[in-house]
């Protein structure tokens, strides 16, 4: 159990936050363990909850690469404040026009500034690219877009990760999960946050039934225990592959609630799912084979 969830300074679509203490229960880790997170977004579910060894890591490499300059302290919090104090007074001013001459320049440079800066002031923090990588999200009006305790905000994040650096062997990595999966051994732990399968994505990468199948042969050949997060149903569909290209796998459930507009009955729920090569309770792996008949437990929260 964290007892206070840390909120790092990047948003994405789908962030865990509202599960990590979820995860953290559920979770099985030595202090000797690797914590390997192949797709770590905003790297909420590991900054909170990895052991002294880390890879995080993903293929967008603008994520990765915000981490590492912090990590390496070229990015930091002062400078973070300067920045977006600057730069949210020349947006107070010109409002969409900065936006777009940021988002110009960010395409070009790709300074991990500039992409905090998008990924704080654009619509729903959402995190999207077109075919040819270039970042396409529009601006996400507000006024005071980065009023002083928004910025006060954002820069204590950035603080917390000064802070929590220093102490942990954490890597950050641009690469494909293939990569980071086939580094993990025995007493180690994989988390993974694919993109979700059936459902519409806009990250980095597209994800289809083929990387869902690959990402599924890569874990079961592992030697660590690994969990994955998916979706398990709405009031509309199921998610077929649980019982398919996931079948064997222990599930827990959970129902998360979320609002499209205001309005109350626009508050639908989802089944979110945490599958694992173990029995959470009592952390025995259990033999993962592609294709072998293997009851699927569920424990329903
Ligand atoms: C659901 S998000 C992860 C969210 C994260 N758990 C969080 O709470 O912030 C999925 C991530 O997978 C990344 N991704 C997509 N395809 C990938 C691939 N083939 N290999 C590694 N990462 C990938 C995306 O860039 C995105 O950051």
Not at 111 to 118: A, I
Not at 242 to 253: A, E, M, P, Q
């Amino acid at each position: 159990m964290v007892n206070k969830v840390f909120v790092p300074p990047i948003k994405i679509q789908g962030i865990k936050t509202k599960i990590v203490n979820l995860i953290s229960d559920n979770v099985y880790l030595t202090p000797d363990s690797t914590w390997y997170e192949p797709f770590m977004g905003s790297g909420v579910v590991g900054l909170n909850l990895a052991p002294h060894k880390a890879v995080f890591s993903d293929t967008n490499p603008y994520v990765v690469e915000l981490y590492k300059a912090i990590q390496q302290k070229k990015v930091t919090s002062k400078i973070v404040r300067e920045f977006l104090e600057y730069e949210g007074a020349i947006l107070a001013e010109k409002d969409d026009e900065h936006y777009y001459y940021i988002r110009d320049r960010f395409n070009e440079k790709h300074n991990p500034l500039d992409f905090l800066f998008l990924n704080r002031s654009c619509f729903n923090g959402m995190i999207r690219f077109n075919r040819y990588y270039k970042f396409n999200v529009p601006y996400g009006h507000k006024p005071e877009r980065f009023a002083k305790a928004y910025v006060t905000k954002i820069v204590n994040q950035v603080k917390h990760l000064e802070s929590i650096f220093p102490e942990n062997d954490w890597e950050f990595v641009c690469c494909s999960f293939e990569e980071t999966i086939a580094r993990a051994g025995s007493g180690d732990f994989i988390y993974c946050d694919p993109p979700y399968i059936g459902r519409h994505v806009d990250y980095y990468d597209s994800w289809d039934e083929e990387h869902e199948i690959a990402l599924r042969d890569a874990l079961f050949a592992s030697q660590a225990k690994f969990m994955l997060s998916t979706w398990d149903e709405n009031k509309y569909r199921k998610n077929d592959y649980i019982d398919t290209v996931w079948k064997g796998c222990y599930k827990l459930n959970k129902e998360h609630f979320y609002h499209v507009g205001a309005r109350e009955e626009n508050r639908n729920s989802m089944m979110e799912a945490l599958l694992m090569n173990y029995d959470p309770a009592t952390c025995t792996k259990r033999p993962m084979a592609n294709g072998e008949q293997l009851t699927l437990e569920s424990i329903a929260l």
